[in-house]
Every structure is written in C-alpha cells, then in structure tokens.
C-alpha cells in the first residue's frame, strides 16, 4: 500500500487534512499527517495556550522532523504540502527521498518572491523583524484576509475554530534565507504545483514560476490553477475537485515513477 505523508503549513496543524486523510484512504492510500514541532494537538487549545518555544520555532527544525518520519516508511511516499508544507515537500524531494510530491499554495524556494499586493503585505505583517521571536498571534479577522477571502464569515469562523494555530515567524524567515534553497538544475522526482487563482497569500502565478524554474528536461514539473480557490484550497467548498485532480495525477505518474531509475532521484 502507497503511503502518503501530509504536510501542514504555517497557522495550521494535522487536523486542517482530516478530510483529505478520509480521501485518499478511501482510495487505497496509507495516510500520515505528522505535526509540525509544537504543532500537536487541539488547535483550540493552541491558539488559547500556545507553546512555550512556539517563537523561536525555525524551518529547519520542522524539516529535519518531516524527514525522520518519511524516512522511517519502508519506502519513498507521496508527500502532499500546503503552503510552507509545500516548500518542505520540494526541499525533502531534492533530498531524494520522495516517490513524487505536491506542493500546493507553496512558498517557493531561494526567495522567489510575487510583487502582488497581498502576498507583500502578508510577508511584511509575518516576517517583521521588529516583532523578534514573538509568534504572529493569527486572528479571526487576519484568517478571513489572508487565508479565507473567497469564503462567507460563517465559513470563515468555523475554519478558524476547527484548525487556525498561531506560528513563529522565523518559519517563513527561513524559507526566504539558506533553509528555503533548492537546486533547480537537478534531477528529481515528479513535481505536481497546484495554485489557488484567488490566493492572497501566495499568488497563483508564483506557483507556476516555481514549477517552470525547475530545468531538468527529464523530470516531471507541472502546474495546475484552480479559479475562484483561496489559499483555504485544502478546506474550502470545492476542495474535492483538486483532491480529484491530484488523485488522477497520481496514477499516471505512479506508473512513470515505477519505470524510472531511482539512482538521480
């Protein structure tokens, strides 16, 4: 059984995959959701009494985590990333030690950055470095403007309770400094970009950026839009529709993976 390993992003936890684990066991998946360090448990109980540590918190810290436990499969999974999940999905396939991996909404390596509005903003509010190691406190106001835009405040409120944590902001610093560098030019296994049209945080057009500088001529590195999607993609209404293209996805390359030397990869 084909293993896929989930990876949340920022102000999130693994309870923001429940629905995609229901997914894609259904479709015969081994599924695991690790949690970031100091990301376990209740996001209720998070956001009310956030870790101590939370604030210092840094990208290499969770990357060496995500790793141990993609490691410890009896083979290379399919890792699913959202947002800086979807970095950490990129940095752990240059790694070679991933079957084929899916950065969806992701922040791009060697801070590739969008000038878009919203994508500034959010990177300033977060990465502030007046704010030192105090942890962005995520509100239900900033949740609905960055994350939940295409959503009623109904919506919003429940995608807040259910699965919003706070973050430190040194996670996104890293991505855009030595712990978020990729080496483009290499061999590596198929890339699967998916990009939500609406997103505020990370624009749909960085996505396809991030895809396309990948140069091998060999590999697989694709991109995919979906109109009218926040960067609530994995949660909103409609998040069956990029589950379904994923899956579908999946089983062409698995087959190309199956007949592709692992010995670049």
């Not at 990301?39 to 985590?65: F, K, M, S, W, Y």
């Not at 509100?139 to 295409?150: A, M, P, V």
């Not at 990029?242 to 996805?249: C, D, Q, T």
Request: with cysteine; net charge negative.
């Amino acid at each position: 059984m084909k293993s896929i390993v989930f990876i949340h992003g920022m102000f999130q936890n693994p309870k923001s995959w429940e629905k995609w684990i229901a997914y894609f066991t259904e479709k015969g998946y081994n599924c695991i959701a690790p949690a970031w360090p100091l990301h376990t448990g209740d996001p209720t109980e998070l956001r009310n009494d956030p870790p101590a540590g939370l604030g210092d918190l840094e990208l290499q810290t969770i990357v060496d985590e995500m790793e141990r436990v993609v490691t410890s499969l009896p083979e290379k999974p399919i890792v699913i990333g959202h947002s800086v999940g979807g970095l950490i999905t990129q940095l752990l396939v240059q790694k070679g030690i991933v079957n084929i991996g899916v950065p969806i909404d992701s922040v791009a390596p060697n801070a590739m950055l969008a000038f878009d509005w919203g994508f500034m903003k959010n990177s300033a509010l977060i990465a502030n470095p007046f704010k030192g190691n105090e942890p962005f406190f995520m509100d239900l106001e900033s949740f609905h403007g960055s994350f939940c835009n295409t959503m009623s405040d109904a919506e919003t409120e429940l995608a807040y309770n259910d699965t919003a944590t706070h973050d430190s902001r040194n996670v996104l610093r890293d991505c855009m400094g030595e712990a978020g560098q990729i080496d483009l030019d290499l061999p590596h296994a198929p890339l699967l970009f998916i990009g939500g049209v609406e997103d505020q945080i990370i624009p749909y057009e960085l996505n396809e950026r991030n895809a396309k500088a990948y140069t091998d001529e060999v590999s697989i590195s694709e991109f995919k839009s979906f109109d009218n999607r926040s960067h609530w993609i994995c949660g909103q209404q409609g998040w069956e529709e990029v589950a379904a293209y994923i899956s579908e996805w999946l089983s062409v390359h698995k087959v190309h993976q199956y007949h592709t030397s692992s010995e670049n990869l």
